[in-house]
């Protein structure tokens, strides 16, 4: 079975500062790994994803994250944190083989971006 | 760019009642699956459908629960009778090839 922990339900950094939100994974078989974002009462939108080759991935709006497999760890960073940044950020496992897999969250963390 | 929409966006039903929430996929995909989000909590999966018949489901998705794509092109969840405790935000979500599923806005269910 797969799961993501996210350490820390709440995060809040000042506006410029550094963005880190942690993701650990356990996984049988290897994973694929996403993060999403989730803005108040809007939908998930994928910031990023890991599915094979390069460990570290870029995404959208400046995140960027890191698959380390000896930790692993798939956390989310960006360099300085904007006021638009502010949303609920979620982590989310998949399992890399059999076929079609369902996505499995973590419990979310909600950033605080103080101006 | 594609993408996949859910209608209503928010239905609001009263407790008993039978409601059936909405998706358009996207239309080259082939795997489909409905995921919650009950207010504060995190998403949790319902189930997985694929070749017209379901190929996963969680404890969540009892005999109250019925997915089907009757035409196609929808893919629908039925809740038969409804509970205050299925108050949620329902996800539609569809795959191509299991590296990414793309997620639809959602549906704020209410049940009162």
């Known amino acids: 079975a797969q799961s993501v922990t996210q350490l820390g339900s709440h995060v809040s950094v000042s506006e410029g500062a550094l963005v880190l939100l942690r993701c650990n994974y356990s996984s049988s078989v290897p994973p694929y790994l996403f993060w999403y974002v989730q803005y108040p009462n809007q939908g998930l939108q994928l910031l990023l994803k890991?599915?094979?080759?390069?460990?570290l991935v870029k995404g959208i709006n400046g995140f960027e994250a890191e698959f380390k497999k000896s930790e692993t760890s798939f956390h989310l960073t960006k360099p300085s944190a904007h006021m638009s940044d502010a949303a609920e950020y979620f982590c989310?496992?998949?399992?890399?083989?059999?076929?079609?897999?369902?996505?499995?969250f973590g419990t979310g963390t909600k950033l605080q971006v103080i101006p | 760019e594609p993408e996949v929409t859910q209608t209503p966006s928010h239905q609001v039903t009263q407790m008993g009642q039978e409601v059936i929430l909405r998706c358009v996929p996207i239309s080259n995909h082939l795997y489909f699956y409905w995921y919650r989000q009950i207010l504060g909590q995190k998403v949790e999966f319902l189930v997985s459908f694929y070749n017209n018949e379901i190929s996963e489901k969680s404890e969540i998705f009892d005999d109250q629960f019925s997915v089907e794509r009757p035409d196609g092109s929808n893919f629908t969840l039925k809740i038969r009778s409804t509970k205050l405790e299925d108050s949620a935000m329902y996800f539609c979500?569809?795959?191509?090839?299991?590296?990414?599923?793309?997620f639809g806005q959602g549906t704020r269910l209410t049940v009162v």
């Open positions: 989310a496992v998949r399992r890399a083989s059999g076929g079609y897999q369902k996505v499995t």
């Open positions: 979500a569809c795959d191509r090839d299991n590296t990414e599923a793309f």
């Open positions: 890991y599915t094979t080759g390069a460990t």
